[in-house]
């Protein structure tokens, strides 16, 4: 089985011979320094375990003596280490095998990253080859892995001198070696890191499987992850899932981040649901943390780190500076992170400590005083972090300079004492500068250097605290109703058909009725009574309302009959090719919160929720959130909940307040649709479904149904 056709990661068993080896080949060893053999030796000269020079040109390397192949080591070694170009490489994966080496680094470039049929086909020849005969192999095109726990710098680039990492260290998973190995210089300023594990091409070995590794590794706290993307998404959903079953975050940056392939889509949710709001949803249903910017990747780990869970979700925020404090103030309403005021025991020491001109509130300025009486700063601490309303402390580091550095042994000692964390938020554009080091190396103070970024990651500490558990698996949902037989034809699929498969899972509907001739029409109108919407009967408009195809408002049999003249000459001048059916009059439903709700399925990921404000506005505001299919209600309430215009829903200028949970039950009724046809249905489009007071109904939908589709099986979801 191919690295793209595995389902399920490999385990820490399955790689520790590659990312804890202990003894190691290097082929193609060199006496020029500035070799990749020479440099990978040299960067191995604190390593514990055997290391074997390989290379038939030399006796010895140095005092070392070198070997002329594999076979002719004193003892198999557990990681072969090719540091030749990529036009010898196949022979010494075929050496490797013969000698029953059980797993091989590969740096050479010249493979699948050049883009060509013949690089690709020789890098997937190559990877098959190793994976058929049960080796492990990392690259190629790679920088190699670094294993700060062992001393084991297996790579020819410059990287910091191995530390021992201590408990709170953090596991670096990167797609690019060289951002990975930017990162680990955080070791520098006194950042704890237990590995650094790069993918290159991700022949056989990649990132999924580097998360899921250090998953289950005692030797770090938390992982962070720089990641592109693959072609194997449900396995970084598993591994994600086995880093949250671990008790371990995982924090993730995201790259390649552009959504041009959603160009393409006939619905509006296709062109809202791009790769990355996928990748996105897929993060957030395996419980992971994504940070939006790469700078943050290292502070929100090393935070999660050293913080245990939330004794609460309120924060204080404590500075000697004013602006410091209503910058943080600012933040926290920013992000949601609650800032109560304390309670009254605790207010009465920050008033008998504090000057008259300072503020003995949250946020609270103690001013500049605590220069000439650190006391009262160390005192208020105390008393912030005793109150049980708050988790954690922010405080403000307006100057890098002795006399605050001073201060941090105690706080920390404060910090320990209530099992609460301080963030110290570095506010000095001296940013390496004194004391700096001794708060990335406390147990118990976080560094951060931006204000934003330490609520942003408070507010990611709470919702992960506030998940008691991940999402039920696929496998395991309940179906929301009969899974109501679809069309036989590919393709486009009518309003009315949409709207009958709707109803067959509980989701209340329009009453519509049908017509072919204007006549019908006028009977319908009258059958149905009040003002009524006349609409194309098309599966070949996705989009009525440009082709023309929609007339609402009319009353009387009369106006029926020409609005029904109307939408067919309309539609059959706007697009002449296409089957006109007739047309649906439909009841004008009272106006209210229009939402959409609809599914982008996607061979690799399976069906992707969104939902967003509706009507003529989804695609121009563009408020939508994500998440992987099916989601129950209590998912659906959260997804309502990060809408940004979600304030609309509680009632809008004078408008009844909507049932959010009968909207977020239609959500999961139509993710649970979309789920038990995800072998069909490519998209879905419930367009607009218009919620007012209690009353959530869908008004118009578009699906689109394709060939079957080859997914995974539901269990291969959970």
């Given at each position: 089985?191919?690295?793209?056709?595995?389902?399920?990661?490999?385990?820490?068993?399955?790689?520790?011979?590659?990312?804890?080896?202990?003894?190691?080949?290097i082929?193609?060893?060199?006496?020029?320094?500035?070799?990749?053999?020479?440099?990978?030796?040299?960067?191995?000269?604190?390593?514990?375990?055997?290391?074997f020079?390989?290379?038939?040109?030399?006796?010895?390397?140095?005092?070392?003596?070198?070997?002329?192949?594999?076979s002719?080591?004193?003892?198999?070694?557990?990681?072969?280490?090719?540091?030749?170009?990529?036009?010898?490489?196949?022979?010494?994966?075929?050496?490797?095998?013969?000698?029953?080496?059980?797993?091989?680094?590969?740096?050479?470039?010249?493979?699948?990253?050049?883009?060509?049929?013949d690089?690709?086909?020789?890098?997937?020849?190559?990877?098959?080859?190793?994976?058929?005969?049960?080796?492990?192999?990392?690259?190629?095109?790679?920088?190699?892995?670094l294993?700060?726990?062992?001393?084991?710098?297996?790579?020819f680039?410059?990287?910091?001198?191995?530390?021992?990492?201590?408990?709170?260290?953090?596991?670096?998973?990167s797609?690019?070696?060289?951002?990975?190995?930017?990162?680990?210089?955080?070791?520098?300023?006194?950042?704890?890191?237990?590995?650094?594990?790069?993918?290159?091409?991700?022949?056989?070995?990649?990132?999924?499987?580097?998360?899921?590794?250090?998953?289950?590794?005692?030797?770090?706290?938390?992982?962070?992850?720089?990641?592109?993307?693959?072609?194997?998404?449900?396995?970084?959903?598993?591994?994600?899932?086995?880093?949250?079953?671990?008790?371990?975050?995982?924090?993730?940056?995201?790259?390649?981040?552009?959504?041009?392939?959603?160009?393409?889509?006939?619905?509006?949710?296709?062109?809202?649901?791009?790769?990355?709001?996928s990748?996105?949803?897929?993060?957030?249903?395996?419980?992971?943390?994504?940070?939006?910017?790469?700078?943050?990747?290292?502070?929100?780990?090393?935070?999660?780190?050293?913080?245990?869970?939330?004794?609460?979700?309120?924060?204080?925020?404590?500075?000697?500076?004013?602006?410091?404090?209503?910058?943080?103030?600012?933040?926290?309403?920013?992000?949601?992170?609650?800032?109560?005021?304390?309670?009254?025991?605790?207010?009465?020491?920050?008033?008998?400590?504090i000057?008259?001109?300072?503020?003995?509130r949250?946020?609270?300025?103690?001013?500049?005083?605590?220069?000439?009486?650190?006391?009262?700063?160390?005192?208020?601490?105390?008393?912030?972090?005793?109150?049980?309303?708050?988790?954690?402390?922010?405080?403000?580091?307006?100057?890098?300079?002795?006399?605050?550095?001073?201060?941090?042994p105690?706080?920390?000692?404060?910090?320990?004492?209530?099992?609460?964390?301080?963030?110290?938020?570095?506010?000095?554009?001296?940013l390496?500068?004194?004391?700096?080091?001794?708060?990335?190396?406390?147990?118990?103070?976080a560094?951060?250097?931006?204000?934003?970024?330490?609520?942003?990651?408070?507010?990611?500490?709470?919702a992960?605290?506030?998940?008691?558990?991940?999402?039920?698996?696929?496998?395991?949902?309940?179906?929301?109703?009969?899974?109501?037989?679809?069309?036989?034809?590919?393709?486009?699929?009518?309003?009315?058909?949409?709207?009958?498969?709707?109803a067959?899972?509980?989701?209340?509907?329009?009453?519509?009725?049908?017509?072919?001739?204007?006549?019908?029409?006028?009977?319908?109108?009258?059958?149905?009574?009040?003002?009524?919407?006349?609409?194309?009967?098309?599966?070949?408009?996705?989009?009525?309302?440009?082709?023309?195809?929609v007339?609402?408002?009319?009353?009387?049999?009369?106006?029926?009959?020409?609005?029904?003249?109307?939408?067919?000459?309309?539609?059959?001048?706007?697009?002449?090719?296409?089957?006109?059916?007739g047309?649906?009059?439909?009841?004008?439903?009272?106006?209210?919160?229009?939402?959409?709700?609809?599914?982008k399925?996607?061979?690799?990921?399976?069906?992707?929720?969104?939902v967003?404000?509706?009507?003529?506005?989804?695609?121009?505001?563009?408020?939508?959130?994500?998440?992987?299919?099916?989601?129950?209600?209590?998912?659906?309430?959260?997804?309502?909940?990060?809408?940004?215009?979600?304030a609309?829903?509680?009632?809008?200028?004078?408008?009844?307040?909507?049932?959010?949970?009968?909207?977020?039950?239609?959500?999961?009724?139509?993710?649970?649709?979309?789920?038990?046809?995800r072998?069909?249905?490519?998209?879905?489009?419930?367009?607009?479904?218009?919620?007012?007071?209690?009353?959530?109904?869908?008004?118009?939908?578009?699906?689109?149904l394709?060939?079957?589709?080859p997914?995974?099986?539901?269990?291969?979801?959970?």
């Amino acid at each position: 089985m191919s690295a793209t056709e595995r389902l399920r990661p490999y385990t820490r068993a399955d790689l520790q011979a590659l990312y804890d080896p202990a003894s190691i080949a290097i082929v193609g060893a060199s006496p020029r320094p500035d070799s990749f053999g020479a440099r990978t030796a040299a960067n191995l000269a604190g390593y514990g375990g055997r290391v074997f020079l390989v290379n038939d040109k030399y006796d010895h390397i140095g005092d070392a003596p070198c070997y002329a192949g594999l076979s002719a080591l004193p003892q198999v070694p557990d990681l072969a280490v090719v540091t030749t170009p990529a036009a010898s490489v196949e022979p010494i994966i075929e050496a490797c095998i013969a000698a029953g080496v059980p797993s091989v680094i590969l740096y050479a470039s010249g493979f699948a990253e050049l883009g060509t049929a013949d690089a690709v086909a020789r890098q997937r020849r190559l990877a098959q080859r190793a994976v058929d005969a049960g080796i492990r192999l990392l690259g190629p095109n790679c920088v190699g892995l670094l294993n700060y726990t062992s001393g084991a710098r297996i790579t020819f680039a410059a990287v910091p001198q191995g530390r021992s990492p201590g408990p709170r260290a953090i596991g670096l998973v990167s797609q690019s070696g060289a951002l990975g190995f930017a990162l680990v210089q955080a070791l520098e300023r006194g950042v704890a890191v237990s590995h650094v594990l790069t993918a290159g091409n991700s022949g056989d070995v990649d990132v999924a499987d580097w998360v899921a590794a250090l998953a289950e590794d005692p030797a770090c706290a938390v992982i962070a992850c720089v990641f592109e993307g693959g072609a194997a998404p449900l396995r970084m959903l598993a591994a994600a899932r086995l880093a949250w079953e671990h008790g371990k975050p995982l924090v993730v940056f995201k790259l390649a981040t552009g959504e041009t392939g959603a160009a393409a889509a006939m619905s509006h949710t296709g062109s809202l649901a791009g790769s990355n709001a996928s990748w996105r949803a897929l993060f957030e249903r395996g419980g992971a943390i994504v940070v939006d910017r790469f700078e943050d990747l290292v502070e929100t780990a090393a935070f999660f780190a050293k913080a245990g869970p939330p004794q609460a979700p309120g924060a204080a925020v404590l500075a000697g500076s004013g602006g410091a404090a209503i910058m943080g103030a600012d933040c926290a309403e920013q992000h949601g992170v609650p800032l109560p005021q304390p309670a009254a025991g605790v207010t009465a020491v920050l008033e008998a400590r504090i000057p008259a001109f300072g503020a003995p509130r949250n946020p609270c300025d103690v001013t500049a005083q605590v220069i000439s009486d650190s006391a009262s700063l160390m005192d208020c601490a105390d008393a912030l972090l005793s109150d049980p309303g708050y988790g954690a402390l922010v405080y403000g580091c307006t100057y890098a300079y002795a006399p605050a550095t001073e201060r941090l042994p105690h706080l920390s000692d404060i910090a320990r004492r209530h099992g609460k964390p301080i963030c110290a938020v570095w506010l000095t554009q001296h940013l390496e500068g004194h004391g700096s080091e001794v708060v990335e190396a406390d147990p118990h103070i976080a560094m951060f250097r931006s204000m934003d970024r330490c609520f942003a990651t408070l507010a990611a500490w709470n919702a992960r605290a506030a998940r008691a558990q991940l999402p039920i698996g696929p496998g395991e949902a309940a179906s929301g109703g009969a899974a109501a037989p679809l069309p036989p034809h590919a393709g486009p699929v009518g309003e009315a058909q949409t709207k009958a498969l709707l109803a067959a899972y509980g989701i209340a509907t329009s009453r519509d009725i049908r017509v072919a001739d204007p006549e019908a029409a006028a009977r319908a109108a009258e059958t149905i009574g009040g003002p009524v919407a006349v609409k194309i009967d098309s599966p070949d408009i996705p989009h009525k309302t440009e082709a023309g195809g929609v007339v609402l408002g009319v009353e009387g049999p009369a106006a029926a009959r020409e609005a029904y003249r109307s939408v067919m000459a309309a539609c059959a001048r706007a697009m002449p090719d296409a089957a006109l059916h007739g047309a649906i009059v439909q009841e004008m439903v009272p106006a209210g919160v229009e939402i959409i709700v609809g599914v982008k399925n996607d061979a690799a990921f399976g069906p992707i929720v969104v939902v967003g404000l509706g009507g003529i506005f989804a695609e121009l505001l563009r408020d939508t959130v994500t998440a992987m299919a099916p989601v129950d209600e209590s998912e659906a309430l959260g997804l309502l909940r990060r809408l940004r215009g979600g304030a609309v829903l509680d009632g809008f200028r004078g408008a009844p307040p909507v049932d959010r949970p009968a909207l977020a039950r239609a959500v999961s009724l139509i993710s649970r649709l979309a789920f038990d046809h995800r072998h069909r249905l490519l998209e879905l489009d419930v367009n607009p479904l218009i919620c007012r007071g209690d009353t959530v109904t869908a008004v118009d939908g578009l699906a689109v149904l394709g060939p079957e589709l080859p997914h995974a099986s539901p269990d291969d979801r959970a």
